[in-house]
Nanobody, 119 residues
Framework: QVQLVESGGGLVQPGGSLRLSCAASGTISSFYVMGWYRQAPGKQRELVAAIGRGGTTNYSDSVKGRFTISRDNAKNTVYLQMNSLKPEDTAVYYC?????????????WGQGTQVTVSS
């Protein structure tokens, strides 16, 4: 019903940049938020950044000033531009889409894309 396809992960040196993309398809007209989460080995999944339907953005303190979330409504795609990457940014990054159906929120997740920051 809803599919999220992520791309853009990879290996980058500290201080480098990557851009993640997440293309959404299916019945998504009633979405209320799109975002990115990450999970490092041995740690819980955490919110990285989110963008609401009206364009309001929210970032975790650890990425503020380095990461930027944006959305292309025509392409149903959300992006995460990651600059000044640090080794502690290494994790699997997951795209998230929140949709309301009859007033009930549903969460959808992408398959995850690995980001490794290492010299």
């Amino acid at each position: 019903q809803v599919q999220l396809v992520e791309s853009g992960g990879g290996l980058v040196q500290p201080g480098g940049s990557l851009r993640l993309s997440c293309a959404a398809s299916g019945t998504i007209s009633s979405f209320y938020v799109m975002g990115w989460y990450r999970q490092a080995p041995g740690k819980q999944r955490e919110l990285v950044a989110a963008i609401g339907r009206g364009g309001t953005t929210n970032y975790s303190d650890s990425v503020k000033g380095r990461f930027t979330i944006s959305r292309d409504n025509a392409k149903n795609t959300v992006y995460l531009q990651m600059n000044s990457l640090k080794p502690e940014d290494t994790a699997v990054y997951y795209c998230n889409l929140g949709v309301l159906r009859n007033g009930i929120p549903y969460d959808y997740w992408g398959q995850g894309t690995q980001v490794t920051v290492s010299s």
